[in-house]
Structure formats: structure tokens, C-alpha cells
């Protein structure tokens, strides 16, 4: 029994183990991959949760681990791979040659590890937020994470044509943008359904068939669309509520 209780917490290890991986990749030009364990990253940290309800395996370590197997795997992996991304569009090159930058250069690639920052901030105001024991209040790390991966993946297999509609000043906007929502106060629902009555779940259903379409389309990088449109989608709620 005492082995059982343990397979959340392997679960999450998991979840880290990817998400270091992932960076190693990223750093090293293969965001392609990161994306792959991100994705794989993101079951571990769906089942891990299962898995401690199903088991009634709750600890005080458990939470600290989830936290800190996210903070890696969606707030610095994602942040790997946008420094990636600067990294090509400054050199030409995914794969970093840093100490080779001039300084204005170096301080570009760096930047967007801002975006793990403010992934730490919300994860440790989440642990101590009453309200969002239902929904949740700000970007997710998870989404944030799956965001960035999904999106750089689109621009890595999708060659030169999408490359280069890409600017740096864009993808230090697109880190200012959720660095601000994973802090914000933007009500977001959550995407775990309790049950599978259409009327309680009818934002879920809507934002589903929308992932269905968006990943037939556009495979991995529909991620980062369905992503938009759930920020989008709770900003609307928000306002006509």
C-alpha cells in the first residue's frame, strides 16, 4: 500500500524529468522536441492529480513537488524555447552559441526567461489562494507552457515561410503579454469536467470542438490557438457576466 501511495508523486517526478529534458533540448535547437515533452509533461501532470484523488494520497510534498515539476516543465522550458526562437532570429542558428553574442544580443536571448519568473509568482499564488479552488484566477502555468511550445513548434516545422513574418520585439511582446496574465485577476474557467452534463459544461463542450477543429488543421500548433481562444473566450465570460 505504502508503494501505491507513491505513484502520484512518481508521476509528477515525471512530469519535472520532461520538462528538464525539454529545456536541455530547447537550449541545444530542438524546440520540435521540447514540444513533444511538454505535451507528454502535461498527461503526467493531469494524471498525477488523478492518481492522488483516486489513491487519497494527498501530502504536503506532493503539492510542493507539482509546483516546483510546473514551475520547470511550463515556466522554464517554454522559456528555453522562446530564447531559442530570439536565439534564430538574431544568429540564423536554433542552437545557442551564447559566450558568440554581442551584448545587446545576449541580453535578447535572456529576456524571455522573464516569462519563468512570473510563472514562480503564479504558482506560489495559486498554493495560497483560497478562491481558486474551482477556477482559476489568471493564466494557468500549464496553458502558458503548452502556448509557447505549440507555437515555436508551428514556426520550427513550418520553415522559412513563417520564420520570416518573425520579429524579437514580437516574441518579447508575446512574453510581456503572458507574463502579465499569469498574474492577472482574468477569471479562467477550469478545463476539468466533474461531469458530462452539457449544460454545466457548456463553455468546455464549445472549447473542445474548437480543439478538435484547430488541431485537425493544424496538428501540434493548434495547440496554441485553442490556447487564444480559452484566454479570449474567459475574457468575454468575464465582461457579460
Known sequence: MSIIRHIPNSLTSGNLLLGAIGTYLAINGRPDLTAWCILLASVFDFFDGFAARALKAYSDIGKDLDSLADLISFGLAPAAVFSSL????????????????????KILVLLPFMLTVFAALRLA????????????????????????????????TGGQSLLQNVAPWMILAVVAVFAGLLVSEIPMFSLKFKSFGFKENIHRYVLLLAAIISLALLGVGGLSVIILLYILYSIVLMVTK
Open 86 to 105: 530570439m536565439h534564430f532570429l538574431l544568429t540564423g542558428s536554433w542552437q545557442s552559441n551564447f559566450m558568440a553574442l554581442g551584448t545587446t544580443e
Open 125 to 156: 499564488k495559486f498554493n495560497n489562494d483560497t478562491r481558486q479552488t474551482e477556477n482559476f484566477i489568471g493564466l494557468t502555468t500549464t496553458a502558458t507552457g503548452m502556448f509557447t511550445v505549440s507555437l515555436v513548434y508551428m514556426l520550427y
